[in-house]
């Protein structure tokens, strides 16, 4: 009541106040425009543009003129035995990554931290970051040419053990190991500067002092280095459980073939088929807004539990 | 010096061998790639495996830069590397910079970029408004909805910070406005930022395959990782057929090889520079403020 009664007198001076804020910096505003303009349509208007979730759009009448349908796709999502097992799919993924591919770098790290030659720690450092830069296009290129009917590794199966061509690609027992070997070959390295990094902050006193006290090099690793980077691991692995609906959308896509459709169509690559190629884009965007709301509560929650361990969190 | 007993030096040897094993295999796929590539037909198929070229052959890069779905792909992707990075650095660098010093209704900007971490809305709506803004089968698709990372501008941001405001007091002494102050005094001051950036995004217009798919229905505007994903993965040969002056192709396998190569070079030439700048750029980011 009070604040209504007074804010007629006040608010023309804290617009005059405001009017004056804005042209003092106006060219900040001149700065940030065009970058704000590209956030504003092409990542705030597609989410405004999720309310086609809610509607049954179609492409002749436009986002505004679809009849709107309440929950009907979000019903859909939930009494569809596709869904369920494309969920599946998507976490059993996940956490053969985290089991795996998440490990793999801490233990190359420590590896890489024991070298004592600068140069030997340099060369092999140069060669396990490439792959990381190359395309998926090209990592499962190389992969299919290896290991198709007439690849090397088949010729090869061949040659010593007489072994008839096996489908790798197309065996769906394979398609997961697969895709998380990939990942450990392409990123493994690159994902190690991260932990070099906190490892290279530890104070070379600890290690002297410790082999003053006769600790040998296992037990060094195990009390010195270890808890150097321990923290690090902890909130990488909290906030990798925080996007377990996340797969590696271009990797997945590539390896898919329609053998191993059944195991290995993940959330993303089913909206891609539902919503790009079977132009059911209102199932498809339900679909993605249901992975979004997920994805965003995990993070959250990643977030929060990072803090509860004492580390800083993401934001 | 340490003292190095003998388990510790045993420790270091088999810490080495096994080091310079992963090394190798991370090597090893492109050593096999780039032998079959420059291999016959013979040599290829009466050596199973081949690790070096016995008789140097360019036939199947001579197909393959003869073919010009091939050729112009490459072209496609450079442009959108070179076009595309410039857009990048000029939105990003702008926006960053922008953010960097405060005003009124800064925080909710900032706010702004980093929700765009935690929700995604997800490819059908991005697909629907990029063909709502009229880019489908337009290059354009493949530039403008990446503007800005907001990572990048996130990273450039915290550098900008970094650089002491008396700089920038001192130019407006002088009579400069804020523009002339970013582009004489910031960017030249951040020229290892904006290599540094420059390299991560030229790699990702590079590699960068799905949205070509997403968005160009022409195969004469594919960027090269669509049609490698075309030629190799789906093994369709059909798109690399119109080819002049060649009696009896390459084997399709080496045309293939000569392919992932040919679309790696580019990553292998700039990689030494990218190399040197990464770490830096990596470890900006970590940075917290």
């Given amino acids: 009541m009070l604040k209504s009664a007074i804010s007629p007198a006040v608010q023309p001076n804290r617009w005059i106040r405001i009017r004056k804020k804005v042209w003092k910096s106006r060219y900040m505003y001149l700065f940030v425009l065009p970058g704000l303009l590209y956030f504003l349509i092409y990542k705030y208007l597609p989410l405004l543009g999720s309310i086609i979730a809610f509607k049954d759009y179609s492409v002749f009448r436009g986002f505004q003129n679809s009849p709107w349908v309440g929950l009907k796709h979000f019903e859909r999502i939930f009494d569809n035995p596709e869904v369920v097992q494309v969920l599946v799919n998507t976490l059993v993924l996940s956490f053969l990554q985290i089991a795996f591919a998440f490990p793999a770098p801490i233990l190359l790290a420590l590896m890489l931290n024991e070298v004592r030659l600068e140069w030997v720690k340099r060369i092999i450092q140069s060669v396990v970051y490439l792959p990381h830069f190359l395309s998926w296009v090209v990592v499962v290129g190389v992969v299919t040419i290896f290991l198709r009917g007439e690849g090397l590794v088949n010729n090869l199966l061949g040659l010593w053990f007489g072994i008839e061509s096996i489908p790798f690609l197309q065996m769906p027992g394979l398609f997961k190991p697969l895709l998380v070997l990939e990942v450990i070959w392409k990123e493994t390295g690159w994902s190690t500067i991260i932990f070099l990094a906190a490892l290279a902050g530890v104070n070379p006193e600890l290690y002297e002092a410790a082999v003053a006290d006769g600790a040998g090099r296992l037990r060094r690793i195990w009390h010195i280095t270890l808890p150097a980077i321990r923290s690090t691991v902890v909130i990488l692995l909290i906030l990798r459980l925080g996007s377990v609906l996340d797969n590696g959308f271009e990797q997945v896509f590539l390896m898919l073939n329609p053998y191993v459709m059944d195991v290995g169509n993940v959330l993303d690559t089913y909206v891609y088929y539902k919503g790009i190629e079977q132009s059911d884009f209102s199932f498809a965007t339900a679909v993605g807004l249901f992975k979004s709301v997920v994805g965003l509560i995990l993070v959250i929650a990643a977030n929060h539990l990072a803090k509860r361990f004492g580390e800083d969190g993401i934001y | ?289």
């Fill in chain 2, 1 to 289: 010096m340490l003292y190095r007993s003998a388990s510790d030096r045993l420790l270091d040897t088999v810490n080495i061998v096994l080091l310079v094993w992963i090394a190798g295999m991370m090597f090893f796929p492109f050593l096999y790639i780039f032998s079959v590539s420059f291999s016959s037909m013979r040599d290829y198929l009466e050596h199973d495996f081949l690790l070096w070229p016995k008789t140097w052959v360019t036939d199947a890069y001579q197909y393959i830069l003869g073919n010009n779905r091939f050729v112009r792909s490459v072209f496609v992707s450079l442009f959108i590397a070179a076009a595309g990075t410039l857009l990048n650095l000029l939105f990003t660098t702008t926006m960053a910079y922008g953010l960097s010093r405060p005003f009124f209704g800064q925080r909710t900007m900032i706010f702004m970029v980093l929700f765009t971490f935690l929700f995604s809305p997800g490819i059908i709506p991005t697909y629907l408004i990029v063909k709502e803004t009229g880019l489908i089968d337009s290059l354009w698709s493949l530039i403008i909805p990446v503007l800005i990372s907001p990572w990048n501008m996130i990273v450039m941001r915290q550098f900008f910070r970094n650089i002491p405001e008396e700089l920038t007091e001192a130019a407006t002494m002088d009579g400069a406005n804020p523009i002339t102050v970013f582009t004489r005094v910031i960017l030249p001051l951040s020229k290892p930022a904006l290599a540094t950036f420059g390299l991560f995004y030229a790699v990702a217009h590079w590699n960068s395959y799905f949205s070509g798919l997403l968005y160009i229905n022409n195969p004469s505007n594919w960027p090269i990782q669509v049609l490698l994903r075309q030629i190799v993965i789906v093994n369709d040969n059909t798109a690399l057929l119109e080819q002049q002056g060649f009696v009896e192709a390459p084997p399709a396998e080496t045309i293939q090889m000569a392919a992932i190569l040919l679309a790696t070079v580019p990553i292998l030439v700039v990689y030494p520079f990218l190399q040197k700048h990464f770490a830096k750029g990596v470890m900006l980011g970590s940075v917290k403020g």
